[in-house]
């Protein structure tokens, strides 16, 4: 009988998930919400959009006869690694994640730790000049600003601010020497982050400290178990060889 190939569904939306993706070759699926740029030039196929939750992605999976899911989501898309660890569950695959460390406070760092939105604002009262750097969610906010208060929002997307706020569109990686030029035009008294990790949007943090601002963090939710998790997309890389010779 021929064995049939192991497919991989990967769920990605992340610089990491693509460096997994452009290892893929045809059979395995790159999966995207849709936010962002989508790539045109890999060897797995590239699918766009929501499941329909998680049992949509559990009949995904069925139907295209995936034997592995990989959630390589951002750390804070919280919803769709629930859903990748349920719907491997109801379809009897395994699920692995990629589940990148978030970045470390150093000695004299002032981190402000946050868990929603009520408290975010609440510990950017004693500030006037905050940039947010924690995508979309700002925007839904515009007209909350307090009068004290000027913000910057730097996120994908391209809108209108308002008399009280910017918003910078811009993509990541940003450069330290980049970072510095506009902490120093803007004049920034606080930074609002989530903690993704990595080294694409850290240099933030290094001004941040150099200039002894602080930055107000919004924790990390708390994701489900999966079967194998890693680290490091090399790891995965490692793992995916494994399983698919399997
Ligand atoms: P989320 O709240 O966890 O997911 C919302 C819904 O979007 C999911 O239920 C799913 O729809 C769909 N979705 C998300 N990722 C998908 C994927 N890779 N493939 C297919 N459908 C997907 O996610 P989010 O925080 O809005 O983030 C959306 C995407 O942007 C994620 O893929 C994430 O990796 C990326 N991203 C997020 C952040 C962040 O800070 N949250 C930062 C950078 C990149 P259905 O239920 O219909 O399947």
């Not at 690694?81 to 002032?110: I, M, T």
């Not at 902490?183 to 400290?209: H, M, P, Q």
């Amino acid at each position: 009988m021929m064995r049939q190939a192991r497919r991989a569904l990967l769920l990605g939306g992340t610089g990491d998930a693509l460096k997994i993706a452009r290892q893929l070759g045809p059979g395995h699926v790159y999966s995207l919400a849709g936010l962002g740029k989508v790539p045109d030039d890999l060897r797995c196929t590239v699918r766009v959009g929501g499941f329909g939750g998680s049992d949509g992605m559990a009949r995904y999976i069925e139907a295209e006869r995936i034997g592995l899911v990989i959630d390589a989501t951002h750390p804070y898309a919280a919803q769709i690694s629930a859903n990748a660890v349920h719907a491997s569950r109801a379809a009897r695959v395994p699920c692995w994640a990629l589940r990148r460390e978030g970045w470390q406070p150093q000695a004299a760092d002032d981190w402000r730790m946050v868990g929603d939105w009520a408290e975010l604002s609440g510990a950017l009262a004693p500030f006037a000049k905050p940039l947010f750097t924690l995508g979309r969610e700002p925007l839904a906010h515009l007209d909350e600003i307090p009068p004290h208060q000027f913000w910057t929002v730097r996120c994908l997307d391209h809108e209108e601010g308002n008399s009280r706020a910017r918003i910078l569109a811009a993509r990541g990686p940003f450069t330290l020497e980049g970072e510095r030029a506009l902490f120093r035009a803007e004049a920034f008294d606080v930074v609002v982050s989530k903690n993704s990790g990595g080294s694409a949007t850290e240099a933030k943090l290094e001004v941040a400290r150099e200039l002894g601002l602080p930055v107000v963090m919004l924790r990390r939710p708390v994701l489900p178990d999966v079967d194998r998790e890693f680290a490091q997309v090399s790891e995965v890389l490692q793992a995916l060889g494994e399983f698919s010779q399997a």
